[in-house]
């Protein structure tokens, strides 16, 4: 039994987004059938081509050509969901739109998945993702040494999207299993780029740039004796002092902040003796640290072995093809690795298209897919936190709960706002019996329970999935750590950085023989939120036909391999993935970011005849004799680059740009925070809402991470204040007052 077992989903995308999107369905047991053009895929050949394609058949139709129409036509009326990923307009002009599609087949979720918007002057451009963003302000808010924007090397944004368009695609199938009815699914690139780094300010804010080192002296890279890098990952004070402590530095504990520079005391230390010492000394100690490793060496580590995340297939033509695998762990309906994609045979194609039978629908209102569905939130800083506020956005009604203490990210102000939007808080001590009983009681009505304990935890609480499930055989429980349930580092407490070191992020980022780079955003944390929503949705869409809830694992580890899936798949001659370097521009002199003389563009070119087009535009003669078939491969830092610069440097960034997309090439404007905030695509897009805090005033903040055509997504309050609806939810759960007072006069329950 597989989560999306019967489900059948036609994918007309290429690239990225839309496939890995489909792999993640395909991963659960979609039967996922890829339609491509003549042509092929774009990325044909690629390493994200061959993993973001697994598990799927292949088959090609020309959907412009009136001969493949019948064809087309037949599967598409014997299809569950149909993914798209074309450019505003188009699909209108085909008859794929999602008001045509839908009106001939009421059954249909359409799924549209633009690269950039869904309207504005940069929305027919092709998926580039140093183009997203450089357009939603990411690329500025990336920590550098100079002013200026960063090249991330890892797409992010695109895997955001991916995971945004899968979650969305389970959730719209979920709905469909209560009423009966298809709808419209939208998630662009800037819903994905809401998800991962979707900022939260003050009108007209820049928004915040990090250090390309990290940010404290707690929470920061360091260079050791022999020249090796760890990162140090103590974020709470009393993992720093358990660091200070294992350092044999226990007297700065007593030195107020401000005394002197910690951040360069502690740098003179570590310099004094190799990598390996420290990490012994702090591991012993229990503080969290993490060496800085390579991509290459990640698959084969022990957290990936010790969580299954190592996937080896034998392929006919390429050989042995490692790839990391399913990234989440479903306890009754897991997800695996089968093959490769493959060309569909006829009877592929007649078991696709097989008439089946299908409910009436039932006629309910329209509302958010997740409407009804109840979470009990005991996450804490992002990941755990962030991903039933996904939930929320989707429609589920998300009670944090919270001990005395409350959420230790409560006092990073805006950072905790923005990962617990669309919740009510309830403030319960669950080390208490009575606490204890109440909140099985809460379980007895509740659909999903998310934690991020550290390993024996909810075990210790006597909350663990067979606690759970003694209680409410239909709950669905996901559990999430640093390094999974299993193996040597499953104890270990971890962060994000943590993995960003281990797994060769930072490593790959700051490029061979230089220094590695600290990723502002926390790419792992957001990413795991993204996954364990989807997940989750997965579970509920299973239980709709067993009947029953299950236990769902998955860590930081895992998804720091899914979000480099590209790079860390490889077999025999396979191409090497791109690395940066500090202050990363680009990957070649016409892929890169340039100065103007009142702001930073980005070009994106890709072939010879937009080569040509912009040596037109900016005046320039020979490059073609000059540099030959090496044009598009020229350095990032090089004579072209370096000629490109010049030419650039005394124009306008906005007139250019223009300019140059009339002129059939792909430019885009590089905006900062608040320049990204007054863009009206990005507003059409719904990727920003204004949110009144009752004491900070008016927030501008990412809106919406999907939309749906039956139901809207997006969030109905800021984050909750500690235990600030007790009352109101336990009385909601069933509670009776008499008792609902004995709690509060326990301090069983609470408010800050």
Not at 14 to 37: N, S, W, Y
Not at 224 to 238: I, K, N, T, V, Y
Not at 459 to 471: F, H, K, P, S
Request: proline residues 7%; contains cysteine.
């Amino acid at each position: 039994m597989t989560a999306f077992a019967g489900v059948r989903i036609l994918d007309f995308s290429q690239g990225h987004a839309g496939p890995m999107a489909t792999m993640l369905m395909g991963d659960f047991g979609a039967q996922v059938l890829k339609i491509e053009p003549p042509s092929g895929d774009r990325i044909a050949g690629s390493p994200g081509h061959v993993v973001w394609n697994r598990n799927k058949l292949r088959h090609t139709l020309d959907i412009e050509a009136a001969a493949d129409r019948a064809a087309l036509d037949r599967l598409i009326a014997g299809a569950d969901v149909a993914v798209f990923d074309h450019a505003p307009g188009r699909l209108e002009a085909l008859g794929l739109d999602a008001a045509t599609l839908t009106a001939s087949h009421p059954r249909l979720i359409h799924v549209w998945a633009p690269p950039f918007g869904v309207s504005g002057p940069y929305s027919h451009l092709p998926e580039h993702h140093a183009m997203l963003t450089g357009l939603t302000g990411a690329a500025f808010r990336q920590g550098s040494y100079a002013d200026q924007p960063v090249w991330h090397v890892m797409p992010m944004m695109h895997h955001g999207q991916a995971v945004m368009t899968a979650s969305a695609m389970a959730a719209a199938l979920l709905d469909r299993a209560r009423t009966g009815e298809g709808q419209a699914v939208t998630v662009s690139g800037a819903h994905g780029a809401a998800e991962i780094s979707g900022p939260i300010g003050f009108l007209d804010s820049a928004g915040m740039q990090g250090h390309p080192l990290g940010g404290g002296a707690s929470y920061r890279l360091y260079r050791c004796g022999d020249g090796e890098w760890l990162f140090l990952g103590a974020l709470f004070p009393h993992f720093f002092q358990k660091a200070v402590d294992a350092m044999g530095l226990a007297k700065l504990r007593h030195y107020p902040p401000g005394v002197f520079d910690i951040g360069g005391l502690m740098e003179h230390v570590f310099a004094q003796a190799p990598r390996q010492h420290w990490l012994d000394l702090l591991l012993a100690g229990d503080a969290p640290v993490a060496p800085v490793q390579h991509r290459a060496d990640w698959l084969k580590s022990g957290p990936m072995a010790d969580n299954a995340m190592r996937v080896e297939i034998e392929d006919p033509q390429l050989g042995p093809v490692e790839m990391p695998g399913v990234p989440l762990k479903l306890s009754r309906t897991p997800g695996s690795v089968r093959a490769l994609a493959r060309p569909a045979t006829p009877g592929d194609l007649d078991d696709f298209t097989a008439p089946r039978a299908a409910p009436p629908a039932t006629g309910a209102a329209p509302r958010p897919p997740l409407a009804g569905v109840r979470v009990l939130d005991l996450g804490s800083v992002i990941a755990g936190a962030y991903a039933s506020s996904i939930l929320a956005n989707f429609g589920a009604d998300v009670i944090k709960i919270e001990g005395a203490d409350g959420d230790p990210f409560r006092p990073y102000g805006l950072g905790f706002v923005n990962y617990n939007r669309g919740k009510r808080g309830l403030g319960l001590d669950l080390k208490a019996p009575e606490g204890h009983a109440a909140f099985l009681d809460l379980v007895r009505q509740a659909d999903v329970v998310i934690d991020n304990y550290r390993l024996g935890v909810r075990q210790r609480l006597g909350i663990d999935y067979a606690a759970l499930r003694a209680v409410n055989p239909r709950i669905i429980s996901c559990s999430i750590n640093a390094y999974g349930p299993v193996g040597a580092d499953a104890h270990r407490p971890g962060f994000d950085p943590l993995m960003q070191a281990r797994s060769g992020m930072m490593s790959a980022q700051g490029g061979p023989g230089h220094e590695p780079v600290f990723h502002s955003v926390a790419i792992n944390d957001v990413a795991t939120a993204a996954t364990v929503s989807f997940g989750v949705i997965a579970a509920l869409n299973a239980r709709e036909i067993t009947g029953e809830g299950q236990n769902i694992d998955t860590c930081l580890a895992a998804q720091s391999a899914m979000f480099q899936s590209d790079a860390l798949t490889t077999w025999p001659g396979a191409p090497a993935p791109p690395e940066g370097e500090p202050d990363c521009i680009g990957f070649a002199a016409l892929d890169r970011y340039y100065p103007c003389a009142d702001g930073w563009l980005t070009l994106a070119l890709t072939s010879e005849a937009q080569a040509d087009a912009l040596a037109r535009v900016l005046g320039a003669r020979g490059w073609r004799a000059r540099f030959g078939d090496a044009l598009l491969v020229q350095p990032r830092r090089g004579e072209l680059a370096e000629e490109i610069e010049v030419l650039l440097s005394d124009r306008a960034r906005n007139e250019t740009v223009q300019a140059l997309l009339a002129a059939g090439v792909p430019a885009t404007p590089v905006f900062h925070g608040d320049e990204a905030s007054g863009e009206d695509w990005l507003w059409e897009a719904g990727f920003f809402q204004l949110q009144a805090h009752p004491r900070w005033g008016e927030l501008l903040a990412s809106r919406a991470y999907a939309d749906f055509s039956r139901g809207g997504s997006g969030f109905d309050r800021l984050h909750p204040e500690l235990g600030e609806h007790c009352v109101e939810v336990l009385l909601e759960y069933g509670f009776d007052k008499d008792r609902i007072r004995m709690l509060a006069e326990r301090r069983v329950i609470f408010r800050g």
